[in-house]
């Protein structure tokens, strides 16, 4: 079994920054990337960033320059830092890692709403 912890959603204004962090344990082997997925209602989950065991970083165009994805291999862990949030940026944002055989998890979400 594998678990991923999502934690750091909440609450800000317009402007404001957010650091969301995931944390995989359990049965996990390597992770190969990890990464940050975002669905806001009746629409389909969209990447926002992913980082790859060798450090390799993509992110999508909608968060160039403003989100910063870290993670730490030795602890599994995944980071993103948000800064100059707009509302448009609320979702609820989904942790996934890919682990070194290819499988896919998928953390439950955490909720970011930015609003005045």
């Known amino acids: 079994q594998v678990y991923l912890v999502e934690s750091g959603g909440g609450l800000v204004q317009p402007g404001g920054s957010l650091r969301l962090s995931c944390a995989a344990s359990g049965s996990i082997l390597r992770s190969y990337s990890m990464g940050w997925y975002r669905q806001v209602p009746g629409k389909e989950r969209v990447l926002v960033a992913y980082?790859?065991?060798?450090?390799?970083?993509n992110y999508a165009d909608f968060v160039q320059g403003r989100f910063t994805i870290s993670r730490d291999n030795a602890k599994n862990t995944v980071s993103l830092q948000m800064n100059s949030l707009k509302p448009e940026d609320t979702a609820v944002y989904f942790c996934?890692?890919?682990?070194?055989?290819?499988?896919?998890?998928w953390g439950n979400g955490t909720l970011v709403t930015v609003s005045s």
């Open positions: 996934e890692v890919i682990d070194a055989n290819g499988m896919v998890y």
């Open positions: 980082n790859t065991r060798t450090g390799i970083r």
